[in-house]
C-alpha cells in the first residue's frame, strides 16, 4: 500500500519532504495523488507530522528518537526554570548578606566605643564644671535691673549711631574741599574709624 510505502520511506530518510519530493524519490511508484492522500491520512493519525511553509506543505516522520527528545527538553526546560528560582532566591540572600556585612565593617569596633564613650563623659566632666563655676561666680540680677541694664544700653546705642552719623557727615563735608584722599586725611589727623580698628558692635 501507498501509505505503508511512504511512512517506510520518511522513516528511514528521516527528513521532511513535499508531496512532489515523496513523489519523485519513489521513482514514480504511486501517482502524485495517490502520495497526497496517504501523506494526508498519515498526518491524520498522527503517524507523521505536517508543516506548512507558505503554500507549500512539508512532511515529517514521527521517531521514537525524537519524541524521547522533546520530551527530555521538557524536562531540562522544567530543570532550568527551577534552578533560575534557586539561584534568584540565592541572590537575593547574598545582597542581604553582603549589606548586613557592610554596616557590620562600618560599625565601630568596641574599643573604638569605649574610646568615643570615654571622650563624651570628659566632655560632660568639664561642662558640668563650666556650669558649676558659672554657678558660684557669676553675679545674678533681677528682672527689673536686667530691664533697666537693657534700655541703657538701647540708649547708648541710638547715640552712638547718631553721633556716627553726625562724624560721617561732617568728613565727607571736609572732604569736598580736601584736595588728598580721604585716607590721606585720616591719617594726617590721626583720625580712626571702626574698620580701621576691626570694631564691631554686636547687638545681640
Given at each position: ?46 503517524k ?29 526546560d ?67 535691673e ?29 572732604l ?6 580721604k ?22
Amino acid at each position: 500500500m501507498a501509505s505503508e510505502a511512504i511512512l517506510k520511506y520518511l522513516v528511514d530518510t528521516n527528513r521532511p519532504y513535499s508531496c512532489a519530493d515523496v513523489t519523485v524519490n519513489l521513482r514514480g511508484a504511486y501517482t502524485k495523488n495517490a502520495v497526497q492522500k496517504a501523506l494526508d491520512a498519515l498526518n491524520e493519525s498522527g503517524k507523521i507530522k505536517c508543516k506548512l511553509y507558505g503554500k507549500q506543505k512539508v512532511y515529517a516522520a514521527l521517531q521514537l528518537e525524537n519524541v524521547e527528545e522533546s520530551s527530555d527538553t521538557e524536562d531540562y526546560d522544567t530543570q532550568i526554570s527551577n534552578i533560575t528560582n534557586v539561584l534568584n532566591d540565592k541572590t537575593s540572600d547574598l545582597k542581604k548578606a553582603e549589606a548586613n556585612l557592610k554596616n557590620l565593617v562600618s560599625a565601630p569596633t568596641n574599643d573604638m566605643t569605649k574610646s568615643q564613650i570615654e571622650e563624651v563623659k570628659n566632655s560632660i566632666d568639664k561642662l558640668e564644671k563650666k556650669l558649676n563655676d558659672l554657678h558660684n561666680t557669676t553675679e545674678v540680677i533681677s528682672a527689673g535691673e536686667k530691664k533697666i541694664l537693657l534700655e541703657q544700653h538701647e540708649k547708648a546705642l541710638k547715640e552712638y549711631r547718631k553721633r556716627k552719623r553726625i562724624s560721617s557727615d561732617m568728613l565727607d563735608a571736609v572732604l569736598e574741599g580736601y584736595p588728598k584722599s580721604k585716607k590721606s586725611f585720616l591719617e594726617e589727623f590721626c583720625i580712626e574709624t571702626d574698620e580701621m580698628v576691626n570694631f564691631s558692635l554686636k547687638t545681640q
